[in-house]
């Protein structure tokens, strides 16, 4: 069964007065496999945000279909879906227990049961039950990114999208990223995290969907794709080069 | 409706921990502990003047809260993008917009009610229960044109930028007291142009001039109770509309 799909995405930007319109995906269509992590590799402006925001409803396509575990998206899946935008923008009034409260608050209503238990888990997880009482403004921008992942795990998701989870952070913060994505996936999760960095992808994937100027140029196996290229970096190149040859 | 009220609540803190809440009170004390000199300034009308100008604190209080935060409430949502964690939660845009609103209602509440309760201090109210009425009835006069602001700054800053809005809602704010005044004129004037546009104002601007109570505290049996239920009818409309309108707005809205 697939955790996500999706079927000939289309969304065309307006463009201003004197401006054209952009035509920034055009029938984005990969399905993701259950408990299995993908990637979503392409250059900085390929759309891989846009297609993301657009899973979510951020941003309406023209035209497509997109289903969580076979159905729409609703209250219910939403609740299955853990996500991290690029940049985890944060209520930085907030502590970060707070934090994690509202978010919980968001998707279980008042209850709190199970609540401490689980947000001083995601804490622990992302080395942060120590800042918990600090307010988020002053946290470091590696602890704004954890902080942004414990509350995308703290529902125990069955889905969890990260846009960009590891960029501008430090080696240090890179690896820790790449262990609590490690951590997930021995839970079962299923992953899909975006990246223009190929050695992430490499290390971290069992299913590639790669994409360039809004169309997708790869949906499959890493190891099949691998074995035709050699090179994930060399494969990127080579699909791009034959892209932008028929364009 | 959990839902709403935790984020009117998250909202509600964030309102508070900012510094530009404690610039709002203070701007407001300031204002009240100027009516008290200024009356105790005058020497025959000293209630008069103080309850003239501690209502005008707190009607201005209660607008720069309106204005500035209902500028900015959608809209730094969106360009910071903190929006969108919350929105990938099971909330709906609709839940979303009525808890930011609620949020700052509730901080309007909050300094309007506080304000007023330091007026009846100062105006000596405490002996005179009976006054009480026309007293609440201006302070839900004020509240309810404030929040009338706020839904529709909120609305205006969804179709243009945020200091427009704010100018919008300003320029709504002076229109909606200026509608009585302003047709007096046009009916004087008798020029067809002029009283064609203020026919148009009343349709398109709450009418502010007509619930302008401020100086009728010492109203032993309130105000009368066709006039505020006028009042709540006309506010409640304005309010909705505007809700509405944001809605319809935000729900097509692309968070890019």
């Known amino acids: 069964m697939s955790v996500l799909s999706i079927e000939k995405l289309n969304k065309t930007f307006k463009g201003g007065l004197f401006e054209k319109d952009r035509h920034v995906l055009r029938d984005v269509s990969f399905v993701l496999p259950e408990g299995q992590t993908s990637g979503f590799v392409g250059s900085n402006g390929a759309g891989k945000t846009t297609t993301i925001k657009c899973i979510f409803d951020f941003i309406r396509p023209d035209s497509g279909q997109i289903h969580f575990f076979g159905k729409p998206l609703t209250s219910e899946s939403k609740t299955r879906v853990g996500y991290l935008p690029e940049r985890p923008y944060l209520y930085e009034f907030l502590t970060g ?4 409260r509202l978010h919980w608050n968001l998707c279980y209503g008042a209850s709190l049961k199970d609540f401490h238990e689980r947000a001083h888990e995601a804490l622990k997880k992302v080395d942060l039950f120590e800042a918990k009482d600090r307010r988020l403004r002053t946290y470091s921008k590696g602890m704004l990114q954890r902080i942004g992942i414990a509350q995308a795990v703290l529902t125990r998701p069955d889905l969890l999208i990260l846009d960009e989870p590891m960029s501008g952070l430090d080696p240090d913060g890179r690896a820790m990223v790449k262990d609590i994505l490690r951590e997930e996936q021995k839970r079962g999760v299923s992953l899909f995290f975006s990246s223009h960095l190929l050695q992430d992808m490499e290390e971290l994937c069992s299913h590639l969907v790669v994409i360039n100027r809004g169309q997708v140029l790869y949906d499959g196996v890493l190891n099949s794709f691998m074995a035709e290229y050699q090179s994930l970096e060399k494969a990127f190149s080579v699909l791009k080069g034959k892209e932008e040859g028929r364009v | ?40 300034l005058s020497f025959a009308e000293q209630r008069k003047i103080l309850a003239d100008f501690g209502f005008m604190a707190i009607q201005i209080s209660g607008l720069g809260i309106s204005l500035f935060a209902g500028a900015y409430l959608l809209a730094k949502e969106i360009e910071k993008q903190t929006c969108l964690l919350i929105l990938s939660r099971p909330v709906s845009r609709a839940q979303f917009i009525l808890g930011k609103l609620f949020g700052v209602l509730a901080l309007n509440t909050l300094l309007m009610g506080a304000l007023g309760v330091v007026l009846w201090g100062l105006l000596g109210l405490w002996n005179e229960p009976k006054l009480f009425p026309a007293f609440f009835e201006i302070g839900l006069s004020l509240w309810c044109e404030s929040a009338v602001i706020l839904c529709l700054v909120i609305f205006f800053s969804l179709v243009v930028r945020p200091v427009l809005a704010l100018g919008a809602g300003f320029m709504v704010f002076l229109l909606g007291h200026w509608l009585g005044d302003l047709a007096f004129f046009a009916e004087k004037s008798q020029e067809d142009v002029f009283v064609q546009a203020v026919k148009v104002l009343h349709w398109v601007t709450p009418n502010f001039y007509r619930m302008n109570w401020k100086s009728a505290y010492f109203l032993e049996n309130g105000i009368p109770f066709d006039n505020i239920l006028w009042m709540l009818a006309h506010m409640t409309g304005w309010a909705l509309l505007a809700i509405l309108l944001t809605n319809f707005f935000f729900r097509r809205k692309d968070i890019v």
Do not use: H, N, Q
């Open chain 2, 1 to 40: 409706m959990y839902k709403i009220w935790t984020l009117a609540r998250t909202t509600l803190r964030e309102m508070l921990r900012e510094k530009i809440f404690m610039v709002a009170v203070l701007i407001a004390v300031a204002l009240l502990g100027l009516s008290f000199l200024l009356g105790a």
């Open chain 1, 97 to 100: 227990m707070e934090f994690l």
